[in-house]
């Protein structure tokens, strides 16, 4: 039976001379594998560069319940992007982006709230001219919401330390290295609750930047089974500093 969804591409790889298995986030079936031949022939109907790294998709899929590899009938980007594919920064942001999506999304039942918060902050990104190296932090930090660990802002006068174990305030130094003093800690939660357009507005060092950037890795480290090591922000550490 053919279904018309949304897409969003978080992995390509090889599996034959001119096909390849594509791992894509969909609005109404959550993650799901998909068989796409001959993409790589010269008049490939549906083509390698609609296949990047968090590309939005409108897709109609052959779809069987406990299959692992499902199939296409029709793909198309929507929206194609204006600025990503061609701003060094804006791809060197989205493939991190895209790392930590795909080692932090387990699912593969839908959730339709966490597919539109990824899929309309990275067509907002698209849109943007003046890119904000705040971004990359504040959407990490918002996605925490979907994945079920988003930090607990409230604080006392006597809570100095933001635990990242916990996930929250405290007023007694933590036993262990995970956590943050209370000015990193005001910007981690900036972070979190300014809406993206608003986030121009955060002023912070691109050395605290980078530091929080970190943390914000440790974070859902703590927080995510399996997360393993991210090690795409070196490059883009570079490229923002």
């Known amino acids: 039976m053919l279904h018309k969804v949304r897409g969003i591409v978080l992995k390509t790889t090889n599996y034959s001379e001119s096909s390849v298995v594509v791992q894509v986030l969909t609005d109404k079936f959550g993650m799901q594998s998909y068989l796409i031949n001959g993409v790589k022939k010269p008049k490939a109907k549906i083509k390698m560069n609609m296949l990047q790294s968090l590309h939005l998709l409108d897709m109609v899929v052959y779809h069987k319940a406990n299959t692992n590899i499902q199939r296409v009938s029709e793909v198309r980007q929507t929206p194609v992007f204006k600025s990503i594919p061609y701003d060094m920064i804006k791809t060197s942001i989205v493939i991190f982006l895209n790392e930590v999506l795909y080692k932090s999304i387990r699912q593969q039942s839908a959730d339709e709230s966490l597919f539109d918060y990824i899929f309309n902050s990275i067509a907002w990104f698209d849109e943007i001219e003046e890119i904000n190296p705040n971004f990359h932090l504040s959407f990490l930090l918002k996605f925490t919401r979907f994945l079920g660990f988003s930090p607990n802002e409230k604080r006392r006068n006597d809570q100095i330390y933001f635990d990242l174990q916990e996930g929250e305030f405290t007023s007694r ?56 090591v991210v090690q795409s922000h070196k490059i883009l550490e570079t490229l923002l500093s």
């Open 173 to 228: 130094l933590p036993i262990h290295s995970n956590y943050l003093q209370l000015e990193d800690a005001i910007g981690f939660i900036l972070l979190f609750n300014t809406p993206l357009e608003k986030i121009s507005e955060i002023k912070m060092s691109n050395t605290q930047r980078r530091f929080l950037l970190d943390k914000i890795l440790v974070f859902y480290t703590l927080h995510t089974a399996s997360f393993g």
